[in-house]
């Protein structure tokens, strides 16, 4: 299947999921049932799905037909290029086109004199006043694509605004562009680009990363370590009638192989075979050429062959737009469509659906102990109601008599559950602490300091090798922190059950190992890029600077997914004993409630048996439809009418 049929069955599917999550969380509220912790729970689904983006990257040196293939494979439909496809140069900053709902069509460009500041590109993302920004008109692609060619602007500069810009490094003489007849150099006029249009794959939640070549990649480390390793899947394009050049593989070495995924994740486009279609040769002779040249480029990039393809751009682009279906088999692009179809969007999809199946399953826990316990209380008030028949008034008084010394005991039981909030709270304090970006910022300074050193770092290594060790070390108290309060809730849930009758169950425990292995991703990204030929760049003081940014950053997102789980599961413990001390004390008002109206009427014993037992059935019936309801959401899609007419019965 291709990747685009692929992506919108995946779409379809985030659509589907979303709106049986809505109709679940309305019938929750219809029935009582919302409750702080199942909201956080319902929330975080939403979010985990709602936001889901597939990122595909795509790397080239300049002139490879990186663009050209981004406009064939996506952008076909438009009937023209959309993004800047002409000779030479194109895209001359890494640019991102993707959906925002929120934002209208626009291109924002950041300027490329921001490189001069301390701030990160994660944190200029959050600055949007400070980009450029002109507006797309996504029914015109005359206007769409002349827009767009803004990311193929360039400034001339002198030798020193260059260097200070990253884009001119003594050191490495070969990296560096060609001065013009006037010594003045050419760099790319903005930084980052973001493109935000309504395109019906970009809807669906995909990313597409258009980078440019070796020199602006170098220069720019939050690319390399912090965008590249995000994406899910890199297209790395070559010529067909070059193969791998010395260009190719210092962008394979210094920025692809740096990357902490698997090799599963990375394919290899040998493009522009058209350039080898000879009428002077047999189409198997070409065939044999081809698949030669795919081999060999498997072999020098450490690659499966299967992961290396061969397409022509141009002319899978012709084809489409023309309708020419031979043309289109020729090209091979279908073949490239359904790789990334079959293997990227399969991968991402089970991934997607492995974390949606826990949190579904957590949501069930919660709700269940909420109907567990109306249960319990109601199938208790049947039982001392049942208890009074055939007494006399002065048992149905001593009755009453003995609820309300229960409910004054109960009120005045606060302290103990108290102690345990307050024995978790400063667990919880000690916990994020630790993890707080104060305590990041302390860890990382030593390494910022080596890093931001003249000359030749020698011991970067060493000071990374430190750094890393500490924040696996913090991690890895946090890991034992969390045991520690786990098992504290577990024996004070065990305690407050056997004590007052609750049904309190201690939630999953987050799992902090998996931070520990992205630390491990980020570690190797960063020392694999400057182990090759990236320390002569590190010698720069500019360059030192924007890596830490970058680092900082990306591990600011990981100490961030931390404290997010660690707080979700917090609330799902503190909202378990709210909810239990609710319908605790609203079971005490309705047992004072029934002895008082069997007081009053000598019926009254029956009819609020009566009452209760029907409560129970009705209660039965909603633990039913909400497993029913849940198993649902587990389930792939079927049809929105479908899940809303078995929602709303």
Request: glycine share 6%.
């Amino acid at each position: 299947m291709s990747f685009n049929l692929e992506l919108d069955e995946h779409g379809a599917w985030r659509k589907q999921f979303a709106l049986r999550l809505k109709l679940l969380s309305e019938w929750l509220a219809d029935h009582d049932l919302m409750e702080p912790g199942v909201r956080d729970r319902l929330d975080q689904l939403h979010g985990l799905v709602k936001n889901d983006k597939i990122m595909v990257a795509f790397v080239a040196e300049f002139s490879r037909g990186k663009s050209e293939l981004i406009n064939a494979v996506f952008f076909a439909g438009y009937g023209r290029r959309i993004m800047p496809a002409s000779a030479g140069r194109t895209t001359m900053c890494p640019t991102e086109l993707g959906y925002d709902a929120d934002v209208p069509p626009c291109i924002r460009l950041l300027p490329i004199e921001t490189r001069l500041q301390q701030t990160s590109l994660l944190d200029w993302r959050n600055a949007p006043h400070k980009w450029e920004r002109l507006d797309l008109d996504v029914n015109d692609p005359d206007q769409l694509s002349q827009v767009i060619q803004k990311v193929a602007e360039i400034r001339r500069v002198t030798k020193d605004e260059a260097r200070a810009l990253g884009f001119w490094n003594d050191e490495m003489p070969d990296e560096n562009p060609l001065p013009a007849a006037d010594g003045m150099i050419e760099v790319p006029k903005w930084r980052h680009a973001l493109i935000n249009m309504a395109h019906p794959l970009l809807k669906q939640g995909l990313v597409i990363l258009d980078t440019p070549g070796l020199n602006a990649i170098g220069a720019e480390p939050e690319l390399t370590v912090s965008l590249l390793p995000q994406a899910h899947a890199v297209v790395f394009i070559l010529g067909a009638d070059t193969g791998v050049t010395k260009s190719d593989l210092a962008i394979w070495r210094q920025h692809l192989c740096a990357l902490g995924e698997g090799q599963e994740s990375r394919l290899v486009v040998l493009n522009k075979i058209d350039t080898m279609w000879d009428e002077m040769s047999t189409k198997e002779q070409v065939q044999l050429q081809i698949s030669s040249q795919r081999s060999d480029s498997a072999e020098i990039l450490n690659l499966d062959p299967s992961q290396v393809l061969a397409v022509s751009a141009q002319k899978g682009l012709l084809a489409k737009v023309n309708g020419d279906k031979k043309l289109l088999e020729d090209s091979r692009l279908l073949e490239l469509e359904a790789a990334l179809g079959d293997g990227l969007l399969g991968q991402r999809r089970r991934i997607l659906q492995a974390s949606v199946s826990n949190g579904i399953h957590a949501l069930r826990q919660e709700t269940n102990q909420l109907v567990r316990t109306r249960n319990r209380e109601l199938v208790e008030q049947i039982q001392e109601l049942e208890g009074l028949r055939g007494k006399n008034v002065g048992v149905i008084k001593q009755m009453r008599l003995r609820i309300e010394q229960e409910q004054a005991d109960f009120d005045a039981s606060g302290a103990k559950i108290q102690a345990v909030r307050s024995v978790h709270l400063r667990l919880l304090r000690d916990l994020f602490a630790l993890l707080s970006s104060s305590h990041l910022k302390v860890v990382v300074s030593e390494l910022a300091h080596t890093l931001k050193q003249p000359g030749i770092k020698l011991r970067v290594r060493r000071a990374y090798s430190h750094t890393f060790g500490r924040l696996r070390s913090d991690l890895e108290r946090a890991k034992e922190l969390v045991g520690e309060i786990q098992a504290m809730l577990e024996a004070s849930f065990k305690n407050l059950n056997a004590q007052y009758g609750f049904s309190l169950q201690a939630p999953i425990a987050p799992d902090v190992a998996r931070y520990v292995e992205d630390l491990n991703q980020i570690e190797h990204s960063h020392l694999q890029y400057l182990s090759l030929g990236n320390s002569l760049r590190l010698a720069q003081p500019e360059f030192a600077e924007r890596l830490t940014r970058a680092l900082t950053s990306r591990l600011r997102g990981v100490y961030e997914g931390v404290v997010n789980e660690i707080e979700l599961w917090n609330k799902s413990a503190a909202s378990q004993i709210d909810a239990q001390l609710r319908e605790r004390r609203r079971n005490f008002s309705r047992r004072i409630e029934a002895v008082s109206r069997i007081q009053q009427a000598a019926g009254g014993l029956d009819e609020r048996i009566g009452e209760l037992q029907g409560a129970q059935s009705e209660l039965n019936m909603l633990d039913a439809k909400l497993a029913d309801l849940t198993a649902q959401l587990l389930a792939p899609a079927e049809g929105e009418a479908q899940a809303a007419a078995t929602a709303t019965a």
